[in-house]
């Protein structure tokens, strides 16, 4: 049963009307004509009814009494969620308690109406189908979006493991190729040191060795930081070489403490943890300004927490925020990658860069040559 106002070029809102009363159904439709809406009513006053018309129909909006013979209206909304439809769903009802009303918002009916009301029929039912439309379009930009996120997450996590495999041909290419050719380079200067006793060439000779001990050391140091082997020998000894080198190099104070000499940590954690120590080191080199910088190693409660603490200059908030702290970002993406977490947390006293993984669980995101790769990327970034 359908009744229809008549509009050359508009296309009519179709109403699924679930009612016992025909007169109540008769009232509807005078509401929807003295409104001019155009529109399209179907009557059904059964489940099955209702059902089969929601299966075979197009429908922009359903009207259902609360009361009916066997059922409620709230049995009607039930069937709409199985079925899986978003179509906004009004109660139309002659009485209806304030409870039962609340209680039918919150399982999620867009919206009802007591029959003495009738006026603001077409209202409600104008709103309801543009909030509907409103939500269909945010569920589908969020799914665009989600789409657009796990792909970037895919590109982001093949580019990684390609650069890191390019990196580990580059180490194998120094080891291999240069740092072969400079170890033959200066055991034939040695060679020739010993042979000749001209005072002029000795002194040339010394200078070369030492400018090819600076080189030798320089590829040593280089292929280190593309595929360092300290990590064969687990997490604690690389961040306590780690942390060597750079008190080494910038003379600042660096204490690391560990829970224990060794961490049953899993391979691709180790990376990651490595990679981040590295380059809050990195960091704290580049900006902080500091005089000491403390970092914490421990696996207790079964979550490896990595923290790097200086106390330089700070980061602002503006500075953790901007959209090129590609280093920040790069560490981010890759304690999600192994499940876990980054943290900053910045003062005028200094920085604290936090790293939380939970030990023993499946590590989300990592594909089979994520998985086979034996490093990640040395990404020298700065966070900010």
């Known amino acids: 049963m359908s009744a ?16 016992d009363s025909r007169v109540d159904h008769a009232l509807v439709k005078f509401a929807l004509q ?20 929601l299966e075979t ?9 609360y009361h009916l013979p066997g059922f409620t209206g709230m049995d009607a909304w039930d069937v709409v969620t199985e079925m899986g439809l978003t179509i906004p769903f009004i109660i139309l009802s002659g009485a209806i308690g304030e409870a039962a009303a609340v209680d039918a918002m919150h399982r999620g009916v867009s919206d009802y109406l007591l029959k003495d009301s009738m006026h603001r029929l077409s209202h409600v039912i104008q709103r309801a189908i543009e ?3 409103t939500r269909r379009a945010a569920d589908a930009a969020g799914a665009e979006l989600a789409e657009s996120r796990r792909r970037l997450a895919e590109l982001a996590e093949h580019l990684q493991t390609s650069i890191e495999q390019e990196r580990a041909d580059i180490a194998r290419e120094i080891h291999d190729d240069i740092g072969g050719a400079l170890a033959a380079v200066k ?11 001209d005072a002029s060439a000795q002194s040339h000779l010394v200078s070369a060795m030492e400018m090819l001990q600076h080189a030798l050391d320089a590829s040593q140091r280089i292929m ?6 300290i990590l064969d020998q687990g997490l604690v000894a690389a961040v306590l070489w780690l942390a060597s080198g750079f008190e080494r190099r910038t003379r600042l104070r660096t204490v690391v403490r560990r829970s224990s000499e060794t961490l049953d940590v899993p391979r691709e954690v180790q990376l990651v943890a490595y990679r981040t120590a590295q380059e809050a080191l990195t960091n704290i080199n580049k900006h902080a300004e500091a005089t000491a910088v403390d970092i914490d190693l421990s696996d207790g ?19 953790l925020r901007k959209a090129k702290s590609f280093g920040l970002l790069g560490l981010r993406e890759r304690a999600a990658k192994v499940g876990g977490w980054l943290d900053v947390s910045s003062s005028p006293k200094g920085t604290s860069v936090i790293l939380s ?17 034996s490093e990640e990327p040395d990404d020298q970034s700065d966070f900010v």
């Open 4 to 19: 229809m106002q008549d509009s050359p070029d508009k296309t009519p809102v179709r109403i699924l009307h679930l009612e």
């Open 57 to 65: 129909g197009s429908f922009d909006v359903v009207l259902a009494d």
């Open 131 to 133: 909030v509907a439309q």
């Open 301 to 319: 409660e079964g979550v490896l927490t990595l923290e790097v603490t200086d106390n330089g200059k700070g980061l602002d908030a503006h500075s």
């Open 34 to 53: 003295r409104s001019q809406l155009f529109s399209e009513v179907v009557l059904v006053d059964t489940v099955d009814d209702f059902r089969r018309e």
């Open 224 to 229: 280190m930081n593309l595929r360092p082997p």
């Open 187 to 197: 055991l034939d200067l040695a060679l020739i040191g010993r042979r000749t006793e």
């Open 357 to 373: 993984v939970p030990l023993h669980t499946p590590t989300p995101n990592l594909s089979e040559n994520a998985a086979k790769a």
